[in-house]
């Protein structure tokens, strides 16, 4: 089994900066998922990554899967409080979800 | 689309009862249920996983006599805590999957069990 890790556990900022998570493990990951869940509901999927190097943007998140595909970023552009949440990844393998320890971000007004 | 429902959203029980819960799927037919249980502060753990028909595959460290999943139907799952206790509390998710996308699992809201 995999392990993933997950940086910074925890993360607060003010609204209008930029914060990054990260995403890593010692092994290729198959493919790479980023959810979002904010308390008392499940998590939202946000992106998959699988090509090595890939870049994907969902508006003011930028996710990135590292070339060898064992890391991957999270980069949230002008964060707002509607940010505000734990964020985790997650590997699927074979139809089963492996999650990381997840990194909670909070936004101050 | 893709819609996953759970019930009940909280529930507190006394110690030594049983609690049912249910997972639906509410616009799709969905092959594959996940329980996941989250302690706060904490990440989601894969509890079991049910295919429909089939008996539910266990992870391990997970009591299958204490947590009884059922997955009778394509659009039901129901997780039954067995003689609760405290340490049982938590926040249990379910999440599903349809043989058309076997790698995206749409998770349902939660229930928060509060054993007393």
């Known amino acids: 089994t995999q392990l993933l890790e997950q940086s910074p556990q925890f993360l607060s900022i003010q609204e209008g900066e930029n914060l990054t998570v990260y995403c890593n493990s010692s092994s290729v990951f198959s493919s790479l998922q980023w959810y979002r869940q904010e308390p008392g509901e499940g998590p939202v999927l946000l992106v998959t990554v699988v090509t090595g190097g890939e870049v994907k943007k969902l508006k003011r998140l930028t996710f990135q899967f590292g070339d060898a595909r064992k890391d991957s970023s999270l980069h949230i552009t002008a964060a707002q409080p509607g940010d505000t949440g734990l964020y985790l990844c997650?590997?699927?393998?074979?139809?089963?979800?492996?999650f990381g320890a997840g990194t909670q971000v909070v936004v101050t007004p | 689309g893709a819609v996953v429902s759970q019930h009940p959203s909280r529930v507190i029980c006394k110690s030594g009862t049983s609690v049912k819960i249910e997972c639906r799927s509410l616009d799709f037919q969905a092959t594959t249920m996940f329980w996941y249980r989250q302690f706060p502060k904490q990440s989601l753990m894969l509890m079991a996983t049910?295919?429909?028909?089939?008996?539910?595959?266990?992870e391990q460290g997970v009591e299958k006599d204490k947590f009884l999943i059922n997955h009778a139907s394509l659009t039901l799952s129901t997780l039954t805590v067995t003689s609760a206790h405290p340490e049982d509390s938590s926040f249990y998710i379910c999440?599903?999957?349809?043989?058309?996308?076997?790698?995206?699992?749409?998770f349902g809201p939660g229930t928060r069990l509060l054993v007393l």
């Open positions: 999440s599903a999957s349809h043989r058309f996308s076997r790698e995206t699992q749409y």
């Open positions: 997650a590997e699927s393998l074979w139809g089963k979800l492996q």
């Open positions: 049910s295919n429909e028909g089939s008996k539910a595959t266990y």
